[in-house]
């Protein structure tokens, strides 16, 4: 079975600085990985994907993801943080080659960006 | 626009009334899908239709729960005699890709929160 980990509820950190927001995954084969970010009362929007190729991704916003076959991880990052980056994030995993298996999300992590 | 729209965005009912929500997916999209989010949890499958047929449904997915895609169009999801642990975000989402793929992203609509009391 595939599962994600998100081992932070909440991530602060202060407007201009670098943030980082942890994924985990357990699989039994070779991910797909995803970062979407859900904003109050909202559905999910797409931030970023990885699929195969280079282990560094960038996405939508000048976020990006580094992937980590050794350590199973896929964290988010984003070298200087915005107020309007506060939000819900949320980790996501499928198995390559798997058909069209659904997404197992990870539980999210709330983002608090202080001026 | 020309996203996933989701209709109504917010559902009031009590326990033992029937509710269905409707979901439009982006147009070209054969792909369709229906998760759950309940309150500091990321969204949980339901169900998944491939153009009208209904392809998987997950355990979560109660006798008390039916989704339909009759044109292969738009979907509907129907919970019979709501509970209050039915209470949650019913989230739809839709993508297009061939049939081994798996690698396509998923777009979702704006959810409908439904409130059982």
């Known amino acids: 079975a595939q599962s994600v980990a998100q081992p932070e509820d909440q991530v602060n950190v202060a407007e201009g600085n670098p943030l980082t927001v942890k994924c985990t995954y357990s699989?039994?084969?070779?991910?797909?990985l995803f970062w979407y970010v859900q904003y109050p009362n909202r559905g999910l929007q797409f931030l970023l994907k990885y699929i195969t190729g280079d282990n560094l991704v960038k996405g939508s916003y000048g976020f990006e993801a580094e992937f980590n076959k050794s350590q199973t991880s896929f964290h988010l990052k984003k070298p200087s943080a915005l107020v309007s980056d506060s939000a819900l994030y949320f980790c996501a995993v499928r198995v390559r080659n798997s058909g069209n298996t659904p997404l197992v999300f990870g539980k999210g992590t709330r983002l608090s960006v202080i001026a | 626009d020309t996203g996933v729209s989701q209709d109504p965005r917010h559902k009031i009912t009590k326990r033992g009334q029937n509710v269905t929500f409707r979901c439009d997916p982006i147009s070209e999209h054969n792909r369709l899908y229906w998760y759950r989010q309940t309150l500091g949890q990321g969204p949980e499958f339901l169900t998944y239709f491939q153009n009208e047929a209904q392809l998987e449904k997950s355990r979560l997915l109660s006798d008390r729960f039916s989704a339909e895609r009759p044109k292969g169009s738009f979907s509907t999801l129907e919970i019979q005699r709501t509970e209050q642990g039915d209470s949650a975000m019913y989230l739809c989402?839709?993508?297009?890709?061939?049939?081994?793929?798996?690698?396509?992203?998923?777009?979702f609509g704006p959810g409908t929160r439904l409130l059982v009391l």
């Open positions: 699989v039994s084969g070779n991910p797909y």
């Open positions: 989402a839709s993508t297009k890709g061939g049939p081994q793929s798996g690698q396509e992203t998923q777009y």
